[in-house]
């Protein structure tokens, strides 16, 4: 399936639950999310496998109060997007695997990331490459027992994020860069549209 051009503007995307699902071999490319909000949803035991998400634009939208459990994202190649004055707040992200994904070439600015919980996931052999991660706001955010092994972020860029537990190089890490695209990922799918 493809998913090509689209503009996603002005929804409100609330109380749903999204649970049980196989989202595998599509094609997200050139789309615009704007000014979005997606508000106390449950996104739960999915499967997100083998996508290909590139040069989408996701700007000003707001993620709040969701709760993102027992899902895997396995594979995917997320590259050239960019992610700009969105914020991501009260969120639960619990329980998920993240895997094997190739993340590249792609700008994420100006975001605020605040009050979530991060809890007992696993993000593991992925790949981080030539990524932009600048401005972003990290605040009040409880990350637990996570396990984040065998990743790799190369072209000798620093990934600076104004972190309120972190003022100097300690805040520059490939950590921050997963902890953004982990976040992102499937709250992008979310988005996709119909």
Same mark, same amino acid.
């Not at 997606?38 to 998400?53: K, L, P, R, S």
């Not at 593991?124 to 396990?147: A, E, H, I, L």
């Not at 490939?174 to 996709?192: C, E, H, M, S």
């Given at each position: 399936?493809?998913?090509?051009?689209?503009?996603?503007?002005?929804?409100?995307?609330?109380?749903?639950?999204?649970?049980?699902?196989?989202?595998?071999?599509?094609?997200?490319?050139?789309?615009?999310?704007?000014?979005?909000?997606?508000?106390?949803?449950?996104?739960?035991?999915?499967?997100?496998?083998?996508?290909?998400?590139?040069?989408?634009?996701?700007?000003?939208?707001?993620?709040?109060?969701?709760?993102?459990?027992?899902?895997?994202?396995?594979?995917?190649?997320?590259?050239?997007?960019?992610?700009?004055?969105?914020?991501?707040?009260?969120?639960?992200?619990?329980?998920?695997?993240?895997?094997?994904?190739?993340?590249?070439?792609?700008?994420?600015?100006?975001?605020?990331?605040?009050?979530?919980?991060?809890?007992?996931?696993?993000?593991?052999?992925?790949?981080?490459?030539?990524?932009?991660?600048?401005?972003?706001?990290?605040?009040?955010?409880?990350?637990?027992?996570?396990?984040?092994?065998?990743?790799?972020?190369?072209?000798?860029?620093?990934?600076?994020?104004?972190?309120?537990?972190?003022?100097?190089?300690?805040?520059?890490?490939?950590?921050? %860069?997963?902890?953004?695209?982990?976040?992102? %990922?499937?709250?992008?799918?979310?988005?996709?549209?119909?």
């Amino acid at each position: 399936m493809w998913k090509t051009g689209n503009q996603v503007t002005g929804n409100q995307v609330t109380r749903n639950q999204v649970t049980g699902n196989q989202v595998t071999g599509n094609q997200v490319t050139r789309n615009q999310v704007t000014g979005n909000q997606v508000t106390g949803n449950q996104v739960t035991g999915n499967q997100v496998t083998g996508n290909q998400v590139n040069g989408n634009q996701v700007t000003g939208n707001q993620v709040t109060g969701n709760q993102v459990t027992g899902n895997q994202v396995t594979g995917n190649q997320v590259t050239g997007n960019q992610g700009t004055g969105n914020q991501v707040t009260g969120n639960q992200v619990t329980g998920n695997q993240v895997t094997g994904n190739q993340v590249t070439g792609n700008q994420v600015t100006g975001n605020q990331v605040t009050d979530n919980d991060v809890t007992g996931n696993q993000v593991t052999g992925n790949q981080g490459t030539d990524n932009q991660v600048t401005g972003n706001q990290v605040t009040g955010n409880q990350v637990t027992g996570n396990q984040v092994t065998g990743n790799q972020a190369s072209s000798g860029r620093k990934f600076c994020n104004r972190a309120a537990i972190a003022q100097d190089d300690a805040s520059c890490t490939v950590d921050n %860069l997963f902890a953004t695209a982990y976040i992102g %990922l499937p709250i992008r799918f979310v988005f996709t549209p119909q």
